[in-house]
């Protein structure tokens, strides 16, 4: 076949065309030229598979949609391609031949050989048959550390841009509100600071490649009542602002996020999905957004279905544009014949088919989509025979070894070490009892996003497509001189006690138990973590926790191990296992990180993202509670965690000294300066993950007892110290006011320079003087952290990645 499409020729180039002419010119000039069916063909995309022998894809029927007839739709165009990869199982480099000849027949019949944007999801590596896994997102928070996502995203993006994909559906900004809302897992945790910086790192390393980021659920998903999936949510003006929305400020302004995906909840009565004051007003109007606004799968049909806002297909329609989503996802439905008919009618103004069609063209100008020289052959097939498809099989490998190593480091980093009375690590035990339900299943380190729990589970006969060590394998390699038992002794879920007393046995013929226990990530129902999987409390699904206490009465010393998607409440383990180690569904080679972490190989420096509750109930709770929301002497309810935000542990030991505050008073838009000594005074090296919290005692409003402003990894040899040395701007100290304005107030704070939310170790009392300061979306988001060696040692300077305070290694 022929692969090169030549767009329609004239004696002259048409305008746009032409890469030399002004942007907005081109696209001016395509909008004029455009007819309203064609103009429309460009705001909605079809939800495709690609073939698994090259050919061209077919439509996927979705159970909530009609089927779609591709054929009569293409001649007008075609604005999107639903998941051609992630929709069933298909070798890469097929998918990419069957993405070529697809891209090159809807580009051959629309009059201006304009071919399709091709998306695909990428939660947490792009989710596709035989491409690596990576950590879930609440790993890449656990990690507290941008670079190394950026660098991660970044090699998601390049395997996308490879085999033609233009737009990936991540990262997910949502705060975490409720734990026991079952997307817990696709988050990046439960403080705003935390979930931006990381994000953002994720946006820049994902759009390096060329590929479109997605910001999203913009906003408020998170904060569902009853941590129930698609709730109403009842933040107030004040949460949304100062927690809900910062993180995708942030990534828009500092991460030059190309694109927003609306939210499906309502807040207040108000869909996102027909909120203008949000996608328009603020999104566009105040933050500057230039990108497209996508519409969430089926969101716009929700208008009408499930929020009853509208009393037509065209009523949902008009009110998503009106508000400012420019493309329907994940299928043609309302943005199709009841928007045009409507338009025709008068009932829909065309110019705001006009004002999303300009966002549209200029993103796929952008990706050099209108280029007269625009080629639909990618570079992962760059010079093959595409004749030849059966020998295209297997040529693209998308779990490169370079893949491998990029994920066992995001793992390694993420996991996170909570209570350890000295047995680990723990050096050669010569008999191993494994017990528990996650001990010997593959897939007990991925998340629902995975495409073997997303997809491959309705394709059963289709093996993985990567390995998938089970914690038992990789505990076997780590202790070869040991013998490893593995007992089930419970599933997930399904409360079965009758395997618990061979458990028992199994750890009283051990020297030590590895209780392996956790989640099962699924959709809607088919896992205890994941979408449409919220939880009724945060207890242990199923028998989890009978089989854990009667492990612990086994007398042999108990290390609890948890591959999950959400903190749990471990009862009696907190203080009665000898260590907990806490690893959010970390990916292909999670098993591996985790059993190095047991053995020692790996020093632990991961860090909560999310509080761990001592209880099951008293939720929703997180540590950005205002004092009132913490334990007080008028609830008999404690929220108190077990382990709080920011906790983790290390094998070696580190102090922190010799405070100065070198600018204890400031003007409100002044900075504080501070300097501290941080040393590790253990046997071996070990990066310590300084975190930096700000206390204010009095405000005009009710504000958290404390708040993440700042963070920073430390990495220390034995007996090294370092001076570090932080700026922190009066901008960090804004919130909303009493009249809805971000301001910054004057008068006292407390500076925490902690080791987590529940360990501050120097504390610094500052002063704001001056008048009260209003501020907006072009405050400064950062603390600069910088440092030295101290005492003629060597090392890295300490200095955060980005435009500061972004957590990155000295």
């Given at each position: 076949m022929t692969a090169n499409v030549a767009v329609e020729t004239t004696p002259e180039t048409p305008v746009w065309n032409d890469p030399g002419r002004d942007l907005g010119t081109r696209v001016s000039a395509l909008i004029e030229a455009m007819t309203l069916d064609e103009k429309i063909a460009q705001l909605y995309g079809v939800w495709v598979g690609a073939s698994d022998e090259g050919g061209e894809v077919a439509p996927?029927?979705?159970?909530?949609?009609?089927?779609?007839?591709?054929?009569?739709?293409?001649?007008?165009?075609?604005?999107?391609?639903?998941?051609?990869?992630?929709?069933?199982?298909?070798?890469?480099?097929?998918?990419?031949?069957?993405?070529?000849?697809?891209?090159?027949?809807?580009a051959s019949a629309n009059r201006f050989g304009i071919p399709a944007v091709a998306h695909e999801e990428c939660l947490a590596g792009f989710a596709t048959w035989g491409a690596t896994a990576y950590p879930v997102p609440l790993s890449w928070g656990a990690t507290f550390d941008p670079d190394l996502v950026r660098r991660m995203a970044a090699a998601i993006g390049r395997d996308m841009r490879s085999v033609g994909v233009h737009q990936g559906l991540a990262p997910v900004l949502d705060v975490v509100r409720d734990a026991r809302w079952g997307r817990v897992e696709e988050t990046i945790g439960e403080d705003p600071y935390l979930v931006g910086t990381i994000g953002t790192a994720y946006v820049r390393g994902l759009q390096s490649a060329g590929v479109v980021a997605t910001l999203k659920h913009f906003a408020g998903y998170s904060a569902s009542r009853a941590g129930r999936n698609l709730a109403p949510v009842g933040a107030?003006?004040?949460?949304?602002?100062?927690?809900?929305?910062?993180?995708?400020?942030?990534?828009?302004?500092e991460g030059g996020?190309?694109?927003?995906?609306?939210?499906?909840?309502?807040?207040?009565?108000?869909?996102?999905?027909?909120?203008?004051?949000?996608?328009?007003?603020?999104?566009?109007?105040?933050?500057g957004f230039d990108g497209t606004v996508v519409a969430d799968y089926f969101g716009i049909a929700f208008l009408r279905t499930l929020h009853g806002i509208a009393g037509d297909w065209a009523g949902a329609a008009h009110s998503a544009l009106r508000a400012g989503v420019d493309v329907e996802l994940p299928t043609v439905k309302t943005f199709g014949a009841p928007l045009a008919e409507a338009v025709t009618a008068g009932r829909v103004p065309e110019s705001l088919i006009d004002r999303a069609l300009r966002r549209v063209l200029t993103q796929k100008a952008q990706l050099g989509l209108l280029d007269p020289g625009w080629d639909p052959v990618p570079p992962a097939l760059a010079g093959a025979d595409l004749?030849?498809?059966?020998?295209?099989?297997?040529?693209?490998?998308?779990?490169?070894?370079?893949?491998?190593?990029?994920?066992?480091?995001?793992?390694?980093?993420?996991?996170?070490?909570?209570?350890?009375?000295?047995?680990?690590?723990?050096?050669?035990?010569?008999?191993?009892?494994?017990?528990?339900?996650?001990?010997?299943?593959?897939?007990?380190?991925?998340?629902?996003?995975?495409?073997?729990?997303?997809?491959?589970?309705?394709?059963?006969?289709?093996?993985?497509?990567?390995?998938?060590?089970?914690?038992?394998?990789?505990?076997?390699?780590?202790?070869?001189?040991?013998?490893?038992?593995?007992?089930?002794?419970?599933?997930?879920?399904?409360?079965?006690?009758?395997?618990?007393?061979?458990?028992?046995?199994?750890?009283?013929?051990a020297d030590v138990v590895l209780a392996v226990l956790g989640d099962r990530a699924?959709?809607?129902?088919?896992?205890?973590?994941?979408?449409?999987?919220?939880?009724?409390?945060?207890?242990?699904?199923?028998?989890?926790?009978?089989?854990?206490?009667?492990?612990?009465?086994?007398?042999?010393?108990?290390?609890?191990?948890?591959?999950?998607?959400?903190?749990?409440?471990?009862?009696?383990?907190?203080?009665?296992?000898a260590a907990i180690v806490e690893s959010f569904f970390p990916g292909v080679e999670g098993t591996t990180a985790v059993a190095g972490v047991l053995s020692g190989r790996i020093n632990p420096s991961g860090r909560l993202p999310v509080s761990v509750p001592r209880g099951p109930g008293a939720q929703p709770a997180t540590y950005l509670g205002a004092r009132l929301a913490h334990a007080s002497e008028v609830s008999n309810i404690d929220p108190t965690p077990a382990f709080g935000f920011g906790h983790g542990l290390s094998y070696t030991a580190f102090t922190w000294s010799d405070l100065v505050v070198?600018?204890?008073?400031?003007?409100?838009?002044?900075?504080?300066?501070?300097?501290?000594?941080?040393?590790?005074?253990?046997?071996?090296?070990?990066?310590?993950?300084?975190?930096?919290y700000l206390h204010d005692p009095v405000a005009s409003v009710v504000q958290p007892v404390q708040r993440l402003i700042g963070f920073t990894r430390v990495p220390l040899a034995p007996g090294e110290a370092r001076r570090l040395r932080v700026t922190v701007p009066a901008d960090l100290a804004s919130f909303t006011g009493r009249d809805g304005r971000r301001v910054v107030e004057p008068g006292e704070l407390e500076l925490r320079l902690a080791a987590s939310s529940t360990d501050p170790r120097l504390t610094a009392r500052v002063t704001l003087t001056g008048a009260e300061r209003p501020v907006d979306h072009t405050r400064r988001f950062h603390a600069a952290f910088t440092g030295e060696a101290l005492e003629g040692q060597g090392g890295r300077e300490v200095q955060e990645g980005g435009k500061g305070g972004e957590g990155g290694e000295g």
């Open positions: 996927h029927q979705h159970d909530m949609e009609e089927a779609v007839d591709l054929e009569a739709l293409l001649p007008v165009g075609l604005g999107q391609l639903t998941r051609p990869f992630g929709t069933a199982p298909v070798d890469p480099a097929l998918g990419a031949l069957s993405l070529v000849r697809t891209q090159a027949r809807i107030g003006p004040r949460e949304r602002a100062d927690i809900l929305l910062p993180p995708f400020e942030m990534a828009v302004r996020a190309r694109s927003v995906m609306h939210a499906y909840t309502d807040t207040d009565g108000m869909p996102a999905a027909a909120d203008e004051d949000l996608l328009t007003g603020l999104l566009r109007d105040t933050w004749d030849d498809a059966e020998a295209l099989r297997g040529t693209v490998d998308l779990d490169t070894p370079a893949n491998r190593e990029l994920a066992r480091e995001v793992a390694g980093e993420a996991v996170v070490l909570l209570t350890n009375d000295g047995t680990l690590p723990l050096g050669r035990p010569r008999r191993i009892a494994l017990v528990g339900p996650n001990a010997a299943e593959p897939t007990a380190v991925l998340g629902c996003y995975s495409f073997p729990l997303h997809v491959g589970v309705h394709h059963p006969r289709t093996p993985a497509g990567i390995g998938l060590p089970t914690l038992g394998e990789a505990v076997a390699r780590e202790f070869p001189g040991a013998e490893v038992t593995v007992v089930r002794g419970t599933g997930i879920d399904d409360g079965d006690l009758s395997g618990i007393a061979e458990a028992v046995r199994a750890a009283r013929d699924g959709l809607f129902g088919r896992g205890t973590s994941g979408e449409g999987c919220d939880a009724e409390s945060l207890a242990l699904p199923g028998a989890q926790q009978h089989l854990l206490d009667a492990l612990l009465d086994s007398g042999t010393p108990v290390v609890a191990v948890l591959l999950a998607g959400r903190p749990y409440a471990l009862g009696r383990a907190v203080d009665g296992a070198g600018q204890g008073t400031a003007d409100t838009d002044g900075a504080f300066s501070l300097a501290f000594t941080v040393r590790n005074t253990g046997q071996r090296a070990g990066t310590e993950v300084v975190q930096l």
